[in-house]
């Protein structure tokens, strides 16, 4: 009987299709040793070789090219059968799921919508509607709302931007700073320029995890600079971590990173981009609205909406 975790067919499944160990460290968020160490304890297991290691590149054997060819679409559907068996439960209980963007610290938290959605209904003489929550990527988020997984959902909000039967609803506005490592030698400053950040690696989204802010980010960036260097991140968490090892910095706000990494960095506001700002957003599809739905936006539009998003902090 084999001893196999799921972290290693993760490890591997990752690394066959990005054939870079930086880049799945980064994306499961682990370090290089500890991919390194799943991969190895799984060809032990399996007594063979699943890769081709040179300095250059990461290829699988043909032995690890069958295997991946027979997990990949098996492990897809148990992650499937798991969202499926999720949504099951929470019809059968009459609970709303809400997804949050994993790691970002925005206005609406878990546990302060739990509670005022609870008071809102006991006031009106409602039921209780219990409250299931999931913490996704960005990407997660758009394809769990459009399969019907989630009923709400928080997130930003141009990364709701043409999705097809989804409404959202803006909640506030942040402003956006150059986001810099502590270290970095402009970070005491009370505000620079972006020409002081023109010799500056910008970390952005990728398109794969959010297209519209990507695009948003490369046409700001080409806007203010003939040719920026700018680095794609996989998700939100990458950036926070490649910020902390000095990798580069990027434009946004502080709500962005991650607490565990909050002290790493340091917000300063930007000349050119004092009135710009972003969006903090609630979606949701309304072909399915019904008097759950209906109530659990009612209150959050009377709590959490403001009438002028332009200063929101």
């Given at each position: 009987?084999?001893?196999?975790?799921?972290?290693?067919?993760?490890?591997?499944?990752?690394?066959?299709?990005?054939?870079?160990?930086?880049?799945?460290?980064?994306?499961?968020?682990?370090?290089?040793?500890?991919?390194?160490?799943?991969?190895?304890?799984?060809?032990?297991?399996?007594?063979?070789?699943?890769?081709?290691?040179?300095?250059?590149?990461?290829?699988?054997?043909?032995?690890?090219?069958?295997?991946f060819d027979t997990w990949f679409p098996l492990y897809r559907r148990f992650l499937e059968s798991a969202a499926e068996v999720q949504q099951i439960a929470s019809a059968r209980h009459n609970q709303l799921t809400?997804?949050?963007?994993?790691?970002?610290?925005?206005?609406?938290?878990?546990?302060?919508?739990?509670?005022?959605?609870?008071?809102?209904?006991?006031?009106?003489?409602?039921?209780?509607?219990?409250?299931?929550?999931?913490?996704?990527?960005?990407?997660?988020?758009?394809?769990?709302?459009?399969?019907?997984?989630?009923?709400?959902?928080?997130?930003?909000?141009?990364?709701?931007?043409?999705?097809?039967?989804?409404?959202?609803?803006?909640?506030?506005?942040?402003?956006?700073?150059?986001?810099?490592?502590?270290?970095?030698?402009?970070?005491?400053?009370?505000?620079?320029?972006?020409?002081?950040?023109?010799?500056?690696?910008?970390?952005?989204?990728?398109?794969?995890?959010?297209?519209?802010?990507?695009?948003?980010t490369a046409t700001m960036l080409h806007r203010f600079f003939r040719q920026p260097r700018t680095r794609i991140m996989t998700n939100l968490q990458s950036m926070a971590y490649a910020l902390t090892r000095g990798?580069?910095?990027?434009?946004?706000?502080?709500?962005?990173?991650?607490?565990?990494?909050?002290?790493?960095?340091?917000?300063?506001?930007?000349?050119?981009?004092?009135?710009?700002?972003?969006?903090?957003?609630?979606?949701?599809?309304?072909?399915?609205?019904?008097?759950?739905?209906?109530?659990?936006?009612?209150?959050?539009?009377?709590?959490?909406?403001?009438?002028?998003?332009?200063?929101?902090?």
């Amino acid at each position: 009987m084999y001893h196999i975790t799921t972290e290693q067919i993760e490890a591997f499944l990752t690394l066959a299709q990005k054939k870079n160990y930086r880049e799945v460290s980064e994306m499961l968020f682990i370090t290089q040793p500890t991919v390194t160490k799943y991969i190895q304890k799984l060809e032990k297991e399996l007594g063979i070789p699943l890769f081709q290691r040179s300095t250059q590149s990461v290829e699988l054997t043909e032995e690890g090219s069958l295997l991946f060819d027979t997990w990949f679409p098996l492990y897809r559907r148990f992650l499937e059968s798991a969202a499926e068996v999720q949504q099951i439960a929470s019809a059968r209980h009459n609970q709303l799921t809400i997804s949050m963007l994993r790691d970002y610290r925005g206005d609406v938290r878990p546990e302060t919508l739990t509670d005022g959605f609870e008071a809102y209904l006991a006031g009106r003489g409602l039921p209780a509607i219990p409250l299931s929550f999931r913490f996704l990527s960005m990407r997660e988020q758009r394809e769990a709302l459009q399969s019907h997984q989630i009923d709400f959902s928080f997130s930003l909000g141009f990364d709701y931007d043409n999705l097809q039967y989804v409404q959202a609803q803006i909640l506030s506005r942040k402003k956006i700073y150059a986001l810099l490592p502590s270290q970095h030698p402009l970070a005491g400053r009370k505000e620079v320029s972006l020409g002081e950040l023109e010799d500056e690696t910008f970390l952005v989204l990728s398109p794969t995890e959010s297209f519209s802010a990507n695009n948003v980010t490369a046409t700001m960036l080409h806007r203010f600079f003939r040719q920026p260097r700018t680095r794609i991140m996989t998700n939100l968490q990458s950036m926070a971590y490649a910020l902390t090892r000095g990798d580069g910095i990027t434009l946004g706000n502080r709500k962005f990173l991650s607490e565990s990494t909050e002290a790493s960095f340091t917000e300063v506001p930007v000349t050119e981009l004092l009135n710009a700002g972003y969006e903090e957003t609630m979606a949701y599809t309304a072909g399915d609205m019904n008097d759950r739905k209906k109530w659990f936006l009612d209150y959050v539009l009377e709590k959490y909406i403001v009438s002028d998003v332009s200063e929101t902090e």
